[in-house]
C-alpha cells in the first residue's frame, strides 16, 4: 500500500476532526479513525488543533496518547503505557500489524535486504500465543500490502523482502535517520570507489593489449615487407638469365637468316650460248663450281633446251 491511499483513507476524519470541538467527540474521532481499515498514517490527524487540545486532559488525555502509539509506537509500549483506553479488536489488530512492519524494518540483514524474523521474537513482541496466530497476520499483512515475504514454517521464519513506508516519524528520530542515511551514503560511496578500480584495471588492461596487438602487426608488417623485397630480387635474376637465354636463341636465329640471304646475294648466274656456254656458281665462301662446255647446273639445261627450239 502506498503513502497516497492510506492518506485518502484518513481524509474524512481529517474533515471531521475541524469541526469536533468538544473532547468528547475528538476522542471518539481518535478511536473510529484507528479501527478504519486502510488508515496507517495519523500524524496529520495528532497535528489538528481540536484533538491536540486533548493533551494533559484527565479523562480524555488517554486517546491523545493513544493515538500517538499508533502514529509511531508499537504493541509494546502500547502496554508500557498507562491510563490508554482499552482497545477494540479491530484496533488490537491494525495496532500489531503496525508493530510488524516496525519489527520488519529494523531487522534488515547485512548481506541482503531481506527480514529473517522468527515466529518466537514475533509472538513474543506481538502477544501471540499460538505461531497460526502469526501466520494469519502476516498473511493479512501480505494482502493487504504493507509488506512483501513468505512464511516458511519448517524454519519458524518469516522472510519479509520489502515494507510499506506507513509508519509516521517519531519526535526526534530525525537524526536518527540522518545517522542511517550517512551509513548508507558511505557505502554507496565504496561501492563506486571499488567500482572506480575496477574501471582502471580494464583500462589497463586494455592498453596493454591494445600494445601487445601493436607490436604484433608490425612485426607481421616487417616480415611481410621483408618478403616481398627478397622475391622482387629473386625475379630480376630469374629476368636476366631468361633474357640471356633468350638472346642466345635470337642470336643464332638471326645468324642463320644472314647466311641464308649472303648466300643469295653471292649467286651469280651467267646464261650459255646455243654451243652449251658454261654457268659458274660462287658460295659465300669464295669457291667456284664451274659447269663443263655442255652448260652446268639447272640454267645450262635451260640453254641447250632453248637452242633445240631455235632449230
Known amino acids: 500500500m502506498d503513502q497516497t491511499r492510506a492518506l485518502n483513507a484518513l481524509a474524512p476524519f481529517l474533515a471531521l476532526a475541524?469541526?469536533?470541538?468538544?473532547?468528547?467527540?475528538?476522542?471518539?474521532?481518535?478511536?473510529q479513525a484507528t479501527s478504519a481499515p486502510n488508515t496507517y498514517i495519523f500524524a496529520e490527524l495528532l497535528h489538528q488543533p481540536n484533538i491536540q487540545a486533548l493533551?494533559?486532559?484527565?479523562?480524555?488525555?488517554?486517546?491523545h496518547e493513544l493515538l500517538k502509539v499508533f502514529a509511531w509506537g508499537t504493541w509494546g509500549?502500547?502496554?508500557?503505557?498507562?491510563?490508554?483506553?482499552?482497545?477494540s479488536d479491530a484496533?488490537?489488530?491494525?495496532?500489531?500489524?503496525?508493530?510488524?512492519?516496525t519489527?520488519?524494518?529494523?531487522?534488515?540483514?547485512?548481506?541482503?535486504?531481506?527480514?529473517?524474523?522468527?515466529y518466537a521474537s514475533?509472538?513474543?513482541?506481538?502477544?501471540?500465543?499460538?505461531?497460526?496466530?502469526?501466520?494469519?497476520l502476516v498473511t493479512q499483512a501480505i494482502y493487504n500490502d504493507l509488506l512483501t515475504g513468505t512464511l516458511n514454517p519448517a524454519t519458524q521464519t518469516v522472510v519479509i523482502t520489502s515494507v510499506a513506508p506507513l509508519r509516521d516519524l517519531a519526535p526526534g528520530s530525525i537524526s536518527t535517520m540522518m545517522a542511517e542515511l550517512a551509513a548508507w551514503s558511505g557505502r554507496c560511496e565504496g561501492v563506486l570507489a571499488d567500482l572506480e578500480h575496477e574501471i582502471q584495471v580494464v583500462r589497463a588492461e586494455a592498453r596493454k593489449r591494445a600494445a601487445r596487438e601493436g607490436r604484433?602487426?608490425?612485426?607481421?608488417?616487417?616480415?611481410?615487407?621483408?618478403?616481398e623485397k627478397g622475391g622482387s630480387g629473386g625475379g630480376g635474376g630469374g629476368s636476366g638469365v631468361l633474357g640471356t637465354s633468350r638472346s642466345g636463341h635470337n642470336t643464332r636465329g638471326n645468324k642463320r637468316a644472314d647466311d641464308d640471304d649472303e648466300a643469295g646475294d653471292a649467286m651469280e648466274v651467267d646464261g650459255g650460248g646455243g654451243g652449251g656456254g658454261g654457268a659458274?656458281?660462287?658460295?659465300?665462301?669464295?669457291?667456284?663450281?664451274?659447269?663443263?662446255?655442255?652448260?652446268?647446273g639447272i640454267f645450262g639445261a635451260m640453254g641447250r633446251l632453248g637452242g633445240k627450239s631455235g632449230r
Open 91 to 101: 484496533q488490537a489488530t491494525k495496532l500489531r500489524l503496525l508493530s510488524l512492519l
Open 55 to 63: 493533551a494533559g486532559q484527565e479523562q480524555y488525555g488517554g486517546h
Open 216 to 227: 604484433a602487426e608490425r612485426q607481421v608488417r616487417g616480415v611481410t615487407e621483408a618478403g
Open 18 to 31: 475541524k469541526s469536533a470541538t468538544a473532547p468528547r467527540a475528538a476522542a471518539d474521532l481518535i478511536t
Open 103 to 118: 519489527l520488519a524494518a529494523q531487522h534488515p540483514t547485512v548481506a541482503s535486504t531481506e527480514s529473517h524474523l522468527s
Open 122 to 136: 514475533l509472538c513474543a513482541n506481538l502477544d501471540l500465543a499460538h505461531p497460526i496466530d502469526l501466520e494469519h
Open 77 to 87: 509500549s502500547y502496554h508500557a503505557t498507562d491510563n490508554l483506553p482499552q482497545l
Open 280 to 296: 659458274s656458281l660462287t658460295g659465300g665462301g669464295g669457291k667456284k663450281r664451274t659447269g663443263g662446255g655442255g652448260g652446268g
